[in-house]
Structure formats: C-alpha cells, structure tokens
C-alpha cells in the first residue's frame, strides 16, 4: 500500500471501457450507449442473465449498488485475534475480502487484552463520501494503533492514507456529517485536556490537494473520552452521548451551520439505550440492546417510535443504516452475527446475513460495492 494520501484525482480519471472479450452488451449499439440503457436496470436482473452483463455491473463504468461492508475477527490456535474487513455483494451473496491496507495477512490492531477481559478494545471505522476509513484503535502496549487514519476506496480498491490527525488516539467519538470526517475527544499515548475536548473534521474527497484536518470548537469538557463513541450525523447536526449502555448519559449536539455545542434534547438521550445510526442523516434509529427493539426518533415529539422487536436484536453492538435497511451487529448465544431490517417494509421485515465460517461480526458499514477488473 502506498504512503500517499488518497488519490482523488485518480477516481476522477475513470472512463467507459467496451468489453471486446464478449460479445456486444446489446446488438447493434456501442457499448458506451448499452451501458447508458443497462444503468437503468436493477442489477440483480442484469446479473443472472449473461457473463458480459454481468461483468458490466462491477465494472469502475457502472453505477455501484450498495453492499454491507464488515470487519470480523476470528481467533487462530495461539489465540491470537486477527481482523480482516470482508464486503457482501447482495446479489451473489457472497462474501468478499478486501485487500489488506499493509503487509501481513490481517489489520494488526488490537480486539482483546488481558487487562480487559470482559469487553472487546474498540476498532473505530466509518462510512463517509463512499469511503471507508479507520480512525482509531488500539495496540498491544494499549497506544494508539494508526498514526494515520486508513482510507479504503471501494471504487479503486485501494487502501491509501488520510493526514494525520494532531494527535493519535484511541476512545474517541467518530462520525460522518455532510461527507466530512469528524473525530471528536480521545486518549492518545497521554491523556491530555487538549486532546480530550478536541473536535477535528476532514474532507475524504479532497485527498492529496485538501488542506487536512481542520480544528472545530472544543467540547466544553474531557468527559467524552470515557468510551469508544460514534458520533450520528443528522440534519445537520452531530450527535453524541459519553458512554454505551444502560449507564447513565450525557449527550451533546454538534451544530455544523453555527461551529456551537448544545447538550442534547431529553427525549433523544432518554432514549439512547444502544447504538444509533441514522439513514441518509435525515432519520436516526437505535436499537434497544436490552429489549432488541428498533426504533426511530420522532424529532417533533423528542421521543422514541417502536418501529420492530426481535430476540434477534438483543445485545446489539453497532449498527449502521443506508439504502432502506439498518444492519445490526448483535452478540447472542452463537456468537456474534449480522442482522438486517427493512425499514421501508411495513411492517418491517428482518432476517439474518450469515457471516464467513469461522468469523464474527466487530463493525458493519454500507458503501458502494467493490469494482471487479
């Protein structure tokens, strides 16, 4: 993997390429125009009709379809965890590993340490632009893992450098609000006051030529480096609480328009009971870990709205939304696994992605799919 922050003007120089090892896509048209006419079918019809169509629909030319995107961890007999990001095509169903961003089989950061037995160390990623970027995580001497975040581009796919951030760190709030990246808090080698109310935002779009990590007002305090936080983009606005779980709250709202800090509405923090994600950044979910149930927030009424419950849901740990559906990573008695729900449905419908034999579920994200050569 190169060095080099990402190379956004790379992305920008793709262009149709007519597949001459098939016949023509549709006879008797170029295949520039067949791609034009194509590009308006579901792909999952083009998909089980012939080979060239087939190969069209992940080609850089074709308008991506979104997959579910996971990072899983799976023990080896030293019981040494690995981590390895893995992409599901909805059509094929099948899982596909993505390269590793540097030497070695697998990301070398930290899941498990002796020094915490009952939880998992945190492994802080995030969909944003199209991209999916690692901001945080941990090593084995428990320092920050990335002196850069790491940056995969689903369309090239390539993994590539974002700039530094002012300080590596670990136990920070990460998020996304209008395609920016927004890292909030954290512990770096040190803890330090500045570090902890920090609030830093970045631009994955304009790689190389950017002009980096761009500071944002303060948190009014350090409390925000207690936990590995994500941080929801939403109308407009970033929302966070301080930890997970049942414990009890505080919760900040990020003001993207005025650069202010505002605590968060009680009905919104009254019920953040698991974790959150929000759906184009319009409609935000959460999902109840005690009780699995899924539910969406009613701005007007600063409460929360049932939308499903499942047994399925219990012990959620993460979750992300795009495309209509929200994917839940929920930790049951067989282990950690991938459910996912239909909110356009009504009623809602849910059933279970199978993860690769061996894995577990950590994060899951929904970008566009990977392009095939």
Known sequence: ?????????????????SDQKDQDLLPGLPDHLAQVCLSLV?????????????????????????????????????NQTHLNFHAFDPISTN??????????????????????????????????AGYLIIVAATTDNLF??????????????????????????????AGSLRGLVYVASGIGSV??????????????????????????????????CRDAIEAVGWRGKLCMVNVKGESIKDGVVYDADSDTWEDMPEGMIGGWRGPVAAMDEYEMFVVDEMKGALKKYDAVRD???????SESLRGAEQITAG???????????????????????VPAKLWPVESPEGLEAVTVHILPRMTTS
Request: glycine fraction near 6%; charged fraction near 20%; hydrophobic fraction near 40%.
């Open 1 to 17: 993997m190169s060095n080099d922050i990402c190379p956004t003007s790379k992305r920008r120089e793709i262009v149709i390429v």
């Open 42 to 78: 579901n792909p999952s019809l083009l998909f089980s009709v012939c080979r060239s169509w087939r190969r069209l629909i992940y080609s850089p030319s074709f308008p991506p379809f979104l997959s579910l995107y996971a990072l899983f961890s799976s023990s080896s007999h030293s």
């Open 95 to 128: 899982w596909r590993v993505l390269p590793t961003p540097s030497s070695g089989s697998s990301l070398r950061l930290l899941l498990r340490h002796p020094s915490f037995v009952s939880r998992n160390l945190p492994v802080q990623s995030i969909a944003v």
């Open 144 to 173: 920050p893992a990335l002196p850069l975040p790491l940056v995969f581009d689903p369309i090239l796919c390539e993994w590539c450098h974002a700039p530094p951030l002012s300080a590596p760190r670990r136990w920070c709030a």
């Open 191 to 224: 803890f330090s006051y500045d570090v902890a109310r920090s609030v830093e935002r970045w631009d994955p779009r304009t790689g190389a030529d950017g002009p980096g990590w761009e500071r944002v007002s303060d948190l009014k305090d350090g409390r925000f």
């Open 303 to 309: 409460s929360w709205a049932d939308v499903i419950e």
């Open 323 to 345: 495309g209509g559906r929200v994917c839940v990573v929920c930790s049951g008695s067989g282990g950690k696994g991938i459910v996912v729900v239909d909110v356009t449905a």
